[in-house]
């Protein structure tokens, strides 16, 4: 015959609190080890499986003389689970503000990116400029060995700008992590927020 599975923790949480339901009496912990095998729970781990309902707010303990003594009511549970149900609702209260807060900050960085003709001449004179500056780096690339200190502090700064541009890449993708885990609902308005402000699917880090 295989050998009987032994009572996993909430098992034993339960049949613990079935002891103190059933009676609504007040318990010293050597009362609860003898209590406890008769339930499935070694006396050995009674008293870490009752401070776990202690320290949950499921069995209260107090101290009278010099004798400790546990104690619990179904009120208890129901308590506890009011507790808990309370710090949800907070908790989803803040997730919907900060949803809000977010989708308002989405609006507020497409300001001023509809398509205009003033948009469309100032990418044409970035443009320009990238050209520009392509053309400057490369005449500045034939004067390399000419002046190394020069080129060792371009070095330096693509080196810098490399690893802030994976250090901002790497917050993107925290902060797409997190609006997917706390905003599940919302997963296709999320990816056509993300397409909108270049978060494409092709966006990597640096090599």
């Known amino acids: 015959m295989s050998k009987k599975r032994g009572l996993s923790l ?12 059933k009676s609504q009496d007040f318990y010293l912990l050597k009362e609860l080890e003898k209590l406890g095998p008769k339930r499935g729970v070694i006396s050995q781990s009674v008293k870490d499986v009752v401070q776990s309902l202690v320290d949950d707010d499921l069995v209260l303990k107090d101290k009278i003389g010099t004798s400790v ?19 949800l609702e907070s908790d989803l209260s803040n997730s919907k503000k900060r949803y809000v807060e977010l989708v308002e900050h989405r609006d507020n960085l497409k300001r001023g990116r509809e398509d205009s003709e003033e948009r469309e001449s100032a990418l044409e004179e970035l443009k320009a400029v990238e050209v520009h500056h392509k053309k400057l780096k490369e005449e500045l690339a034939a004067y390399a060995d000419s002046d190394p200190a020069a080129v060792e502090a371009m070095k330096d700064a693509i080196d810098v700008a490399h690893s802030a541009a994976n250090r901002w890449t790497d917050n993107i993708f925290t902060l797409q992590q997190w609006c997917s885990t706390t905003f599940p609902q919302a997963k296709e308005q999320l990816e056509h927020m993300y397409r909108e402000v270049g978060i494409t699917e092709d966006f990597e880090y640096l090599q």
């Not at 909430?10 to 339901?21: A, C, G, N, P, S």
């Not at 003594?69 to 710090?87: D, E, I, M, V």
């Open 10 to 21: 909430e098992e034993k949480r339960e049949q613990m609190l079935q002891i103190f339901y």
């Open 69 to 87: 003594y546990f104690w619990s009511l179904p009120s208890c549970a129901g308590n506890q689970l009011r507790n808990t149900y309370n710090k």
